[in-house]
C-alpha cells in the first residue's frame, strides 16, 4: 500500500465546475497535510496547508480534512482552464520532517 | 522577498560524471530539502539539512550526497552517473518551528543523462 494514494486521473470538468480531488494517507499520526499544484514543466507551487479535521477555504479553494478516514481533499470552485494542472497531495508523517507526496491527479477544465 | 533559488536550471552529462546542483533557500528558512521527480517514480525525498546538519535522508544510494553551509545554501552532488539519475531535481526551503514546516520549492535543476 503507498503511503499516500491519488487517483492519476485525468479527471475532466467543464469551465465554472467544481473539481473535487482526493487524497488518502496511510499513516495514522500524520498532523501536516499541504495541497500543491504544478503545471506541466514547472515546479510544485503550495495551494493549501491543512492541520486540524474540517474545511479551511482561502479563494476558490477549499481543504478538507478527516483524520479518522485518514483522507484529505481539495475543492476548486469556479474551475478555470487556467487550473489545469496536476495536483499534489502531501503528508508530513510522524515524527518526519520530509513530505510524502502522493503521485498527482491530473486536472483537465474543459472551456 | 526572494524565492528558492537554484542553478544550473538544465544540465547535460554523461554516464559516469558527476553533477553539483546548488539551492538558496528562502531568506531566514533554515531547512532545505531535495527531491527528485521522474515520470515513472514520482516525487521522492533525498535528503534534508538544517543548520549544516543532515537530519534525515531518504532511501537512495550513497551516490547521491549533500551538504549545507553556514548561510543555509545547499548542495547536492551526484557522482557516477547513471541513465537513471535524469530527473528534475528539487530543493524545497522551510521555516521550521509549531511543527508546521510548510516547504516551498525552487524551479528545479533539471538533469539529462547521456
Known amino acids: 500500500q503507498k503511503e499516500v494514494e491519488q487517483n492519476s486521473g485525468p479527471l475532466s470538468v467543464p469551465e465554472g465546475a467544481i473539481a473535487s480531488l482526493n487524497c488518502t494517507y496511510s499513516d495514522r499520526g500524520s498532523q501536516s497535510f499541504f495541497w500543491y499544484r504544478q503545471y506541466s514543466g514547472k515546479s510544485p507551487e503550495l495551494i493549501m496547508s491543512i492541520y486540524s479535521n474540517g474545511d479551511k477555504e482561502d479563494g476558490r479553494f477549499t481543504a478538507q480534512l478527516n483524520k479518522a478516514s485518514q483522507y484529505v481533499s481539495l475543492l476548486i470552485r469556479d474551475s478555470q482552464p487556467s487550473d489545469s494542472a496536476t495536483y499534489l497531495c502531501a503528508v508530513l508523517g510522524t515524527g518526519r520532517r520530509a513530505l510524502t507526496f502522493g503521485s498527482g491527479t491530473r486536472l483537465q477544465v474543459q472551456p | 522577498k526572494a524565492g528558492v533559488t537554484q542553478t544550473p536550471r538544465y544540465l547535460i552529462k554523461t554516464r559516469g560524471q558527476q553533477v553539483t546542483l546548488s539551492c538558496s533557500p528562502i531568506s531566514g528558512h533554515r531547512s532545505v530539502s531535495w527531491y527528485q521527480q521522474t515520470p515513472g517514480q514520482g516525487l521522492q525525498f533525498l535528503f534534508e539539512y538544517f543548520s549544516e546538519t543532515q537530519r534525515n535522508k531518504g532511501n537512495f544510494p550513497g551516490r547521491f550526497s549533500g551538504r549545507q553551509f553556514s548561510n543555509s545554501r545547499s548542495e547536492m552532488n551526484v557522482s557516477t552517473l547513471e541513465l537513471g539519475d535524469s530527473a528534475l531535481y528539487l530543493c524545497?526551503?522551510?521555516?521550521?518551528?509549531?511543527?508546521?514546516?510548510?516547504?516551498?520549492f525552487g524551479a528545479g535543476t533539471r538533469l539529462s543523462v547521456l
Open positions: 524545497a526551503s522551510s521555516l521550521v518551528g509549531q511543527g508546521q514546516n510548510i516547504q516551498y
